[in-house]
């Protein structure tokens, strides 16, 4: 089956919408929290810094997973599970448009 234009022109939306997102965010975490000069305050910022490194590994993560997404559309490969090389559920790509593996491999838990 040829996947339909259209979806693919839909989805590439999406990604870049996404993409945007995710790099609009990953800057905002880039900024050193600046709450004061007091301890607490040093203490609380620290924290939120520690917080913002496990979300900003989370949105390189993501935002890696887009741009191969990306790729793939560029290759007319995308919609292509990596793993059992089938074509992935339009339903999931819908929910999660950078997503690299079908339904029954990802319960299976192949990555
Ligand atoms: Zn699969």
Redesign the pocket.
């Known amino acids: 089956m040829k996947t339909d234009e259209k979806f693919i022109a839909k989805q590439k939306k999406l990604l870049l919408a996404e993409k945007a997102k995710l790099e609009k965010k990953n800057i905002e975490l880039e900024k050193y929290p600046d709450y004061g000069r007091g301890d607490d305050d040093s203490a609380r910022e620290y924290e939120d810094f520690e917080t913002n490194l496990s979300i900003e590994a989370q949105l390189k993560m993501l935002l890696k997973k887009v741009n191969s997404a990306l790729k793939s559309i560029e290759k007319g490969t995308y919609g292509q599970?990596s793993?059992?090389k089938?074509e992935?559920e339009s339903g999931r790509l819908k929910l999660i448009p950078y997503a690299d593996?079908?339904v029954?491999?990802k319960k299976n838990g192949?990555k």
């Open positions: 599970c793993v059992c089938k992935i593996i079908c029954s491999c192949k």
